[in-house]
């Protein structure tokens, strides 16, 4: 009788499942006969561009208010009878630990984009960044603030418009699109020393005033995405590719490989990706050296809580935050030009070195800020930062060019749930040094020795995937 129940559970469940197949086989095939509209890379680029600038605001919008939150919350509200800056940012750093808990169920989230296709996820990570922002503006209280963060931190890791881009774009020219999309994307950073300077008035009281027009945005940024964005044709053509082996040849297979412990290893799933980066000697060392290099991440956006520590008024931070967006900008594009031409490997070394010494600029003006222009500090801030990002984002790149497209999704997934390990440890060195360092002292003995570890690594162990076409890709 227990037999017959279980066999009866996994029919329902094969039938649903065939259902619900068939269903998207016909809606593929309906996508792939209408085709593309005249001009439509044009659009989707533009399309994309407005989701990447907000969700540039939304990735840097809380580290560029942080003494702000801090002060009122811990400093001046004594919550948890806490007084001192730094205790009261360690254990605000500690409660984020929640959401990098939650953070883990990100993967399993990007992974339901080779099922599902791109698209949905696009328009609901949209719909998230914007639902995090309005919740902070409307929090009264600490916890209704990291309740929005939490949201935040989970649809920020998605970049489920940037996977849509590498897949559209022809391989030739992929990273100078990416590129030039992500350099103009950074510039929605600039509206946030923007919103300092007006909304905010540069009254730290004032800070949650920033989100509430991004939040807005992000709203009507996901209506456009609904009518203008269609499926990435890679996932489309690929997807119908599957569909069109018979239902009960599909399950034969994967039972057979399943019988066989073979892991069923190009099929999409977290832990099946997992399965096949372990499986894979160069994909695997690249997560690896990027696990290393994400350790700094911590350590590297605690560029405003530095500049709070060393004295610097609030309206001189929000001068050293306006560089950033346009040196970041003019970077990232001239790194996608030179990708193309030079590799990825070389951009990735030119600027990680460049995030290095960028990075001891900063602190070392901002220690001594007195004797320099908070412009100046801030251009070493947007260096470093830039330079980190381009570095931590074609390692991404890479490891796209590294897997078959039925299972790329779930591979970038997988890659993120494996750099937390990375993170973790710098997020406890960071959380455990500022208690008894300074901040800055903390950032640089942990981040450097990371990047630079990372870079030569990757220098020597991976090899240039440059000119790849996705479509001739084999697991």
């Avoid at 533009?46 to 942080?66: A, C, H, K, Q």
């Avoid at 996977?163 to 030739?172: K, Q």
């Avoid at 260096?383 to 890479?398: F, H, N, P, V």
Wanted: aromatic letters at 14%.
């Amino acid at each position: 009788m227990e037999n017959e129940v279980i066999n009866s559970k996994e029919q329902r469940k094969l039938e649903k499942r065939r259902l619900f197949e068939e269903r998207q086989y016909i809606r593929l095939q309906a996508i792939k006969s209408k085709g593309r509209y005249a001009g439509y890379l044009a659009v989707l680029i533009g399309v994309i561009l407005l989701v990447d600038l907000l969700d540039n605001f939304v990735t840097s919008v809380n580290s560029n208010v942080t003494s702000c939150y801090i002060n009122e919350f811990f400093v001046n509200g004594h919550l948890f009878g806490i007084e001192k800056y730094e205790d009261g940012l360690a254990l605000n750093s500690t409660f984020n630990l929640i959401g990098y808990v939650l953070g883990l169920l990100v993967p399993f989230y990007k992974a339901l984009g080779d099922k599902y296709g791109r698209k949905p996820l696009f328009i609901i990570s949209t719909i998230g960044m914007a639902t995090g922002l309005i919740t902070v503006f409307f929090s009264k209280t600490y916890f209704g603030f990291l309740i929005g963060s939490f949201i935040i931190s989970f649809f920020i890791s998605h970049d489920i418009q940037i996977l849509y881009i590498l897949e559209e774009a022809p391989s030739a020219k992929r990273a100078t699109i990416y590129s030039l999309l992500k350099g103009l994307g950074a510039l929605g950073t600039f509206f946030i020393p923007l919103l300092r300077a007006t909304v905010m008035k540069n009254d730290p009281t004032l800070w949650r005033n920033i989100y509430l027009l991004p939040g807005i945005c992000g709203l009507a940024f996901a209506v456009i995405v609904f009518f203008l964005a269609k499926e990435s044709k890679v996932f489309v053509d690929d997807r119908i590719k599957y569909l069109e082996i018979p239902f009960e040849q599909r399950i034969e297979e994967e039972k057979r490989q399943k019988e066989a412990k073979k892991a069923n290893a190009n099929k999409s799933g977290i832990f099946n990706a997992i399965k096949y980066i372990f499986q894979h000697k160069e994909l695997r060392t690249l997560i690896i050296i990027k696990t290393i290099f994400d350790a700094a991440i911590i350590a590297m956006t605690y560029y405003e809580s530095i500049m709070a520590t060393a004295n610097m008024t609030t309206e001189d931070i929000t001068k050293a935050l306006f560089p950033y967006p346009l040196i970041y900008c003019v970077s990232v594009i001239l790194s996608g030009f030179l990708a193309d031409k030079i590799g990825r490997k070389k951009i990735i070394v030119i600027f990680g070195f460049i995030c290095v010494i960028s990075f001891g600029l900063f602190v070392y003006g901002a220690n001594n800020h007195s004797d320099f222009n908070p412009y100046l500090i801030g251009g070493f801030y947007g260096l470093y930062i830039g330079g980190y990002w381009i570095g931590r984002d074609y390692m991404e790149i890479i490891s796209t060019e590294m897997v078959p497209t039925d299972i790329r999704a779930s591979i970038i997934g997988a890659e993120g749930l494996l750099v937390y390990i990375g993170m973790a440890v710098g997020f406890a060195f960071v959380n455990v040094g500022i208690l008894f360092m300074p901040i800055w002292l903390t950032c640089i003995i942990f981040a450097v020795p990371c990047v630079v570890i990372a870079v030569i690594l990757l220098l020597f162990k991976v090899k240039e995937t440059k000119g790849i076409d996705y479509e001739s890709i084999q697991g």
